[in-house]
């Protein structure tokens, strides 16, 4: 459905794809369509086109000399949901086109066409903006504001934020996707009351971010500690200490190579009765939890003697 951003765009087409063609001739209308008739006929006249919320005003200025003499005309659009200009030629029409305005010989002929397909548009004579609507979100964002701002006590903010959002009264131009892109891009509950969204605005200065504003995305909250520290702040990460004995202790103490598929799996300190518990300094230093086999204690009789054997003198 054409909001206020695709009535923008379809002014700026009309002017620049109109802004060198001379129009001339009558206005024709399509007889199925039920706006009123366009009056006007000229030898020579252009089109401008200026959009303000959902409303889209063309305006037909007759040039000097042209006849018969008159003064401009212009007509206020609202597009309904299929409502759009397109220029063609005259010979090949497009379907729905209920408004033409052809251009003037010499040259090919075109024609300028309002098209609707389902017929919900609609165009006024005079050119006067329909009487209620608020200022334009888009030109004139000042006046927009204040006039949100100024009536807040209104009986229409104390619906849920997504209805306030289509009252054309303080919201001209903004209808349900555009209601549905800013409540999910400001991360606001659809259903939130109209005044406690808005009343937060008033603190904030024109051109600030305000409450409403987005946080930014996770690359932006999660920061890397490198960031959080300075250079001289960041210390190194010790290592974790190693649960079971490296080789070169292993190596110093004599005791075999295990493979993974021999190394016992780790059990309570209960599963020997007879094995002696571990202090805990040992466990500091590293060493290896007892596994079920009792460590052979040195006697005196293993350790091998340094003095000559004496014999008993016969």
């Excluded at 210390?235 to 190394?263: V, Y």
Aim: aromatic residues 6%; charged residues 25%.
């Amino acid at each position: 459905m054409p909001e206020g951003p695709e009535l923008h765009l379809a002014s700026h087409f009309v002017n620049e794809a109109c802004g060198g063609l001379v129009f001339g001739g009558c206005v024709e209308k399509s007889p199925v369509s039920r706006n009123p008739e366009v009056p006007f006929e000229s030898s020579a006249y252009r089109i401008s086109a200026s959009a303000r919320g959902k409303e889209l005003r063309l305006t037909l200025s007759p040039l000097p000399g042209a006849r018969p003499p008159r003064e401009p005309l212009a007509l206020v659009f609202r597009f309904g949901m299929s409502g759009s200009f397109q220029l063609a030629p005259s010979d090949a029409l497009p379907p729905h086109a209920h408004l033409r305005f052809y251009t003037a010989p010499p040259g090919p002929r075109l024609a300028l066409c309002f098209v609707d397909i389902r017929r919900f548009g609609h165009w006024d004579l005079g050119g006067e903006w329909q009487p209620g609507r608020g200022p334009c979100v888009l030109l004139e964002y000042e006046q927009f504001r204040e006039n949100v701002l100024r009536n807040l006590a209104n009986k229409a903010f104390d619906r849920p934020i997504c209805e306030a959002l289509l009252d054309q009264r303080f919201f001209n131009g903004i209808g349900n996707y555009l209601r549905a892109e800013i409540l999910y891009r400001l991360r606001i509950p659809p259903f939130e009351k109209a005044r406690t969204v808005l009343e937060a605005l008033q603190q904030c200065r024109p051109g600030d971010p305000g409450p409403l504003a987005p946080k930014g995305g996770k690359s932006r909250k999660k920061k890397s500690k490198g960031a959080q520290q300075g250079p001289e702040d960041r210390t190194a990460d010790p290592p974790p200490p190693s649960k079971a004995p490296s080789r070169t202790r292993r190596a110093r103490r004599g005791l075999p190579e295990q493979s993974k598929a021999q190394q016992p799996k780790e059990t309570s300190l209960q599963q020997d009765p007879e094995a002696p518990p571990v202090s805990e300094k040992g466990k500091r230093k590293g060493r290896p939890a007892t596994s079920g086999r009792r460590r052979r204690q040195k006697t005196k009789a293993d350790t091998p003697s340094l003095e000559p054997e004496r014999t008993s003198a016969s």
